[in-house]
């Protein structure tokens, strides 16, 4: 029963956090998320580790909270637990100066040992959580957190605190894994004794790989967008996890990352030239126009300013930017760059600005505020990363109404609604390929729009400025995810919306799959025959009955189609449909005659199966009918499939036996079945029509009233039989055996 009065208690461990350590976007997840679900109703405490690098400010707010030591391999290391409340979040901070105290979190020889020291430590730390505090969700992102998972597991399961903690690990970016010498494994971690946890742990014979670790022994596993959920599960995304992810793909799902709208908001942002909202955008041409004299870069209204705030890498897409950078900048587009990264792309980027001053400018530095002033100024925001786990430049962009130009990738493909022309929808603009080319016909496209059709162009700006990016809507997901692993918790009643949303396309998708599974499965395979769900003389007609069952249909399919007739004129269409299209009216009034009771017949058909009874009259009627068609068009014999030697033979079948009027649809069934059947003359064309019809009308008087024939529906050409090889070659060489029947029939005639 779900206990009404607990909260759920979740620990938020991560290397970096916002405002007091920041080096990247899993900094502003861990600054925003957690506040997002304290507002939700959770109780949060966010471990960090507490670097030197943390403003005076806030280490003169910590208040020492308690202090331990952890046992790491050999060692025991002191670790103390550093508090501080900001804006209504619980901070603990990891204290230990031999880790911690460096100048920047990391990129240092001993990372190995420092990160597996802090996993151990968040661990640790469960026991020494303020009073009430017992922890429901360790939620653990990226490597630098990924051992907890594992040392809880292996070190602490069975204790009875830690009995209800349910392990979250969340994947930021896979390429980053923590991968080190296997050495670790006894000095570091003291796992190498346990041979699951060792086994678990090595990525090759040398090396072992913490996030790996993190992927086999957490009980979920998130990451920041769907789109790269699904990409991490490749081998192109995977960085060598795509193996394991795809084992463990029931318990990995992508929650798209928010962003601080509060923060981020162009009607308060005190960091830009001029606020301005959704509905008065005039601050933003200020912010333009400000940004264009910063930049050196011509003063003017009429061309579109695109502008990339990025790491200069590979990654970011920067091979496509100095490919189709010469193309955009001829072209008129006002380019400006701010960023650092490799050599390469920062002297190309110089290049060009000397190349097109004026038009393109390169700041390569790191400048948050400056950074801000150029999401606020800009028409075009340019993100062609080459993989995107969520991104969140180009959801600050909309904020500000600097409309996306990206690549369908990661996150970039979750949060940008591509621009249709014909229907006015969308947020920005995106292409498929990682092409330079491509990015820059998107680019032309966006820059058409703003010349061309501002009324169109301001529209989107509007629909882009509009999104909800909060952290709201990203926190209510999370906690879908940790209700679902404690269900003994009950939910707050203001944020139970989501999971039954969640589950409902599933639920919706089955009925669809078990209301119609014959129509669905033959469709697929020959477009012109849709089979009905309850065809019933298929027991009847054994090897043939498949075939049978797809004809009938097929003629029922027909008379759908058409809208009303007569029961007369039914008859006649359907033996129209089946045989040629320059049938005499005098041959089809003849075949309806000769069916005017068909559920008799149906009746007969199903009594007796075996019945036999010469059948001269329909012989003769058959004929006659014949001779007038061939003689109207023998060039259409070629697709015709049933003959009288073929009826000879099948007659001979105990499958099908056919001598009198009522057991015909059996020998259509069984020519119908045998494609190789020897084919001379349209002769038999008629009666086979007609047995079909009957065949058609026979299962049942519900069948029969259920598909009731129309009309006058003109033959169309996948009515016809087609004609195999082997019948066609049959045709050349008439049997002996046709021949003879050929004169019987002539004899009986007259």
């Not at 301005?276 to 003017?300: F, H, I, N, P």
């Not at 949303?501 to 014959?518: G, L, Y």
């Not at 129309?710 to 050349?732: Q, R, Y």
Request: charged share 25%; glycine share 6%.
């Amino acid at each position: 029963m779900a206990d009404s009065s607990k909260k759920m208690q979740i620990v938020f461990a991560s290397a970096e956090c916002a405002p007091f350590v920041k080096t990247g976007g899993l900094g502003d997840v861990a600054g925003s998320l957690p506040a997002a679900l304290v507002r939700a109703g959770a109780e949060v405490i966010v471990m960090v580790p507490k670097y030197a690098t943390i403003k005076d400010e806030y280490k003169a707010q910590m208040e020492h909270f308690s202090d331990f030591y952890v046992s790491l391999g050999w060692r025991n290391e002191y670790c103390g637990l550093e508090k501080l409340e900001h804006d209504g979040v619980t901070y603990m901070f990891i204290d230990n100066e031999r880790y911690f105290a460096r100048d920047y979190p990391y990129g240092f020889f001993d990372d190995g040992e420092r990160f597996a020291f802090f996993s151990k430590a968040i661990t640790e730390s469960l026991q020494h959580l303020p009073a009430g505090f017992e922890c429901d969700i360790l939620h653990c992102n990226d490597w630098q957190t990924a051992l907890a998972p594992v040392f809880l597991r292996e070190f602490y399961q069975g204790l009875p605190l830690y009995d209800r903690v349910k392990t979250v690990f969340s994947i930021h970016n896979v390429a980053f894994q923590g991968q080190f010498s296997d050495t670790v494994m006894e000095d570091i971690l003291g796992v190498a004794h346990i041979p699951a946890a060792a086994s678990q742990l090595r990525c090759d014979a040398c090396s072992i790989n913490y996030m790996l670790g993190a992927l086999r022994y957490a009980d979920a596993i998130t990451t920041v967008s769907p789109t790269y959920a699904n990409e991490i599960q490749t081998p192109e995304f995977g960085e060598g996890l795509d193996g394991v992810l795809r084992e463990r793909s029931y318990a990995l799902q992508g929650i798209l990352n928010g962003i601080d709208v509060a923060g981020f908001d162009p009607a308060t942002d005190k960091r830009i030239a001029a606020n301005y909202t959704v509905g008065d955008r005039s601050g933003k041409a200020v912010c333009k126009a400000k940004l264009q004299e910063e930049l050196g870069l011509e003063v003017r209204d009429d061309r579109p300013l695109m502008v990339m705030v990025t790491r200069l890498t590979r990654q970011k897409g920067m091979d496509l930017v100095m490919y189709a950078l010469d193309r955009i900048l001829a072209g008129g587009v006002q380019v400006a760059v701010l960023g650092t990264g490799d050599r390469d792309y920062e002297d190309g980027l110089r290049y060009f600005q000397d190349k097109y001053p004026g038009t393109m400018a390169a700041r390569i530095e790191f400048d948050p505020a400056l950074s801000q002033r150029m999401y606020a100024a800009a028409d075009m925001f340019l993100m062609p990363s080459k993989f995107e786990p969520c991104g969140l430049s180009q959801i600050i962009a909309m904020r500000y109404g600097t409309l996306p130009i990206v690549r369908e990738t990661g996150g970039l493909k979750d949060t940008v609604i591509p621009y249709n022309e014909f229907t006015g929808e969308g947020t920005g603009f995106s292409f498929s390929n990682f092409n330079g080319d491509e990015m820059g016909d998107a680019v032309f496209r966006a820059a058409r729009l703003f010349w061309d059709n501002r009324d169109a162009w301001n529209q989107l700006v509007t629909q882009a400025m509009s999104q909800d990016f909060s952290w709201t809507r990203s926190a209510d997901k999370y906690l879908d995810l940790y209700f679902f692993m404690h269900p003994e918790i009950e939910r707050p009643a203001a944020v139970v919306d989501e999971p039954e949303a969640v589950a409902e396309p599933v639920a919706a998708e089955e009925p669809k799959a078990e209301e119609k599974p014959v129509e669905a499965e033959p469709a697929k395979a020959n477009p012109e025959v849709k089979v009905e769900a309850t065809p019933e003389p298929e027991p009847e007609v054994k090897p043939a009955a498949k075939p049978a069952a797809k004809k009938t249909t097929t003629r029922k399919t027909t008379a759908k189609k058409a809208t009303a007739a007569k029961a007369t004129a039914t008859k006649t269409t359907a033996v129209k449909t089946t045989t040629s299209r320059k049938r005499t009216t005098a041959a089809a009034k003849k075949a309806a005659e000769a069916e005017a009771a068909p559920e008799v017949k149906a009746e007969v058909a199903e009594a007796k199966p075996a019945a036999k009874a010469p059948a001269k009259t329909a012989a003769k009627k058959m004929t006659a009918t014949a001779k007038k068609a061939t003689a109207a068009k023998k060039t259409t014999t070629t697709k015709s499939t049933t003959t009288k030697a073929a009826t000879t033979k099948a007659a001979a079948k105990p499958a099908a036996k056919v001598e009198g009027t009522p057991a015909e649809p059996k020998a259509e069934a069984a020519v119908e079945a045998k494609p190789t059947a020897k084919t001379t003359t349209r002769k038999r064309t008629a009666t086979t029509a007609k047995k079909t019809t009957t065949k058609a009308a026979a299962p049942k008087a519900e069948a029969k009233a259920e598909a009731k024939p129309a009309v006058k529906a003109k033959p169309e050409p996948t009515m016809e039989t087609p004609v195999s090889p082997a019948a066609a070659t049959e045709k050349k060489a008439p049997s002996k055996k046709t021949s003879v029947h050929k004169a019987t029939a002539t004899r009986k005639r007259r």
